[in-house]
C-alpha cells in the first residue's frame, strides 16, 4: 500500500513556473515506478511524465516535452515535476501516481496509487 500526497500547485502567470511534489508513504517507494497525470475541467484524465524506479529514464507527452522534468529522490519518498514555461492550457488537476509494473507508463489504467491532485492554473 502506497500513498501519495501533492503538493506546490497554484496560481501563476503564463510563461511563470511552478514546481509540484509528491510525498509517499511506505519503505517501498524504490519498487514504483512513478507517474504525474493532469486533468482538465471536462476532459479526461492525461499522461504528463513518468519516471522508472532508479529515475534512470524518463517519459512525456508530447506537449509538455522540453518544458516539463521529472525527477525523483528514493532516500526522501518524493517525485517532483518541475513546470517551466507554463500555458493557460496547462491548467488542470496534477496527479501522481504509482505503479508496481515495469510497462505502461503512459497509461491511467497501469498504476494502482493516486493521489488526491492538486490544482494548477495559469493565467493568460
Known amino acids: 500500500q502506497v500513498q501519495l500526497v501533492e503538493s506546490g500547485g497554484g496560481l501563476v502567470q503564463a510563461g511563470g513556473s511552478l514546481r509540484l511534489s509528491c510525498a509517499a508513504s511506505?519503505?517501498?517507494?524504490?519498487?514504483?515506478?512513478m507517474g504525474w497525470f493532469r486533468q482538465a475541467l471536462g476532459k479526461e484524465r492525461e499522461f504528463v511524465a513518468g519516471?522508472?524506479?532508479?529515475?534512470?529514464?524518463?517519459y512525456y507527452s508530447d506537449s509538455v516535452k522540453g518544458r516539463f522534468t521529472i525527477s525523483r529522490d528514493n532516500a526522501k519518498n518524493t517525485v517532483y515535476l518541475q513546470m517551466n514555461s507554463l500555458k493557460p492550457e496547462d491548467t488542470a488537476v496534477y496527479y501522481c501516481?504509482?505503479?508496481?509494473?515495469?510497462?505502461?507508463?503512459?497509461?491511467?489504467?497501469?498504476?494502482?496509487?493516486w493521489g488526491q491532485g492538486t490544482q494548477v492554473t495559469v493565467s493568460s
Open positions: 519516471i522508472r524506479r532508479s529515475g534512470g529514464s524518463t
Open positions: 511506505g519503505r517501498t517507494f524504490s519498487s514504483y515506478a
Open positions: 501516481a504509482a505503479t508496481p509494473r515495469s510497462y505502461g507508463y503512459t497509461e491511467v489504467r497501469s498504476y494502482d496509487y
